[in-house]
Structure formats: C-alpha cells, structure tokens
C-alpha cells in the first residue's frame, strides 16, 4: 500500500483514507459568461496528462478531511511532494 | 452450469452484540452512551472560549475527550448529559450528534491485532492519548488509543452491526 504525507496530519498515512482530485492548480474562471464554448471546453475538460511529473489534488477524506496538493511521478507512482493548498506550485 | 454456493453469513442474519465479546487476550464491549459533539471552528480561541474547554492543539491530539480531527474540526466524547453551550452569534458550529455512532471498545494484549485486521495505520507507533479519523475495512471509525491496550472505537450506528461482527470474526477463539 502507498503512504501518502498529509501536510495537514503531518504524518504519513496509508493510501486508503485519500481520494484523488484531478489535477492541480486549475482556475476556475472569475467571469465564465465571457469565455467562448472553446476555452470553456479547455477549462473543464482539457487535462496536462503528463508523463512523469504532475501536480494533482488529494483529500484526506477519512483523515483530517483536508484538500492538498501533490507531486507525484505518473510512471513510478512515487510521490514526490505534497503541499497545503493555496501554496505556491512546487 | 455454475453451482453458487450459499454464504456463511447473510446480512439479515448479523445481530449488533449486547455484551461483552471475550477471545483470547481481547475483550469487545460497548463504550456506553456518551455525549457527542462535532466542533467546527477556524478560530479555535473562539471555540475553546464558546464551550469553556482547552482544545488539543494539534491534529491527533486529544484533551479530555475532545480529538482534534482536521485543522479546523474537533469531535467530542463527553460524559453523558453534557450540554456544551452553542455560541449563537459566533463563528463557530456546535452540534450535538449523540446519536449519530455508537462507541466499542477493544480491550487487551490482542486487541491491537483485532483493530489491524481491519485497520491500515501503523497502530503500533500510535501513542497512548492519541485520536484519529481511519477506515477499518471500507468503514469510517474515529479511533482513541485510551490506554496501552484500551481503544476506543466510534462508529456510525448503520455500520455497527457489520464492524461488531468484523471484530468478532477477528478476535482468537471469540464467538459472537
Ligand atoms: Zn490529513
């Protein structure tokens, strides 16, 4: 089983209690009533769906209940960080 | 054509247990009714000076009964007929959810083993005192290391039934 370091808990938790979110640090636009069916479309729907590195949302749903975010490796599954949200991208 | 074969247990059969459950090295009783709150606060000063507690500072923490489960939730396990005040007027939300679980506790040398044939936490690194949000299975449990051999487990009421029977199961030489 993964662990998973909740930055919340502090601690690293068995991968069990996370959900995943999709990817992280996406916008939702302030204004959607100005954006063309194309960039609407790219924001709900057009993923990075990188091969290696990529920045995603979990929620420690049966821990501390948080949202986080985290970089993990999407061919070694190795999770390289995890950070609160709101920070900065790492 | 494919036999299928009956199941040792159905689900109309399992029966939420009254008493106390021995095995070898474990007991399973119920924790008794208790009063439950769930605290919600992102000022915990605020909070604390609402229900006239200290408040565990730290997720895991434990004060008197009252877990920090998140950065800004607390859940409480209060003698029964405690009324906590609700700070109408504040940023904060107190609410009673006695009702909501039921509390077993798991007591005895083995009773560690029983809560990890369920449980994916490092149960035995976890300190006496301590207090957390888990799984046991697929089941939600906020589990309360009480003592070295005590844990205290709270449980939603419709997923009793299932997790009783699940420690039984699991406990050496036990019989529901
Ligand atoms: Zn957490």
Redesign the pocket.
Known sequence: MLLIH?P??EEA?PEVEFVYGGEAHIARPVDPSTYSDEQWEEFLYIRSNPRGRHHERWR?TH??G?FFNAVRDTVTDVFETTYKAGEARK | MVEIAEVAVSAAELKLGAGPVAGAGVTLSHAGPPARYSLRARDAKVLSDVIGRALPGK?GDQTDGVICL?PDEFYAILPEGTVLPRGEGLAVSVTDVSSRALGLVLEGPAAISVLASGCPLDLASMKVGRATRTVFETVEIVVWRESEERWHVEVWRSFATWLWNAFVAAMPGAHG
């Open positions: 909740c919340y808990c938790r420690h821990g501390c948080r | 997720i998140g």
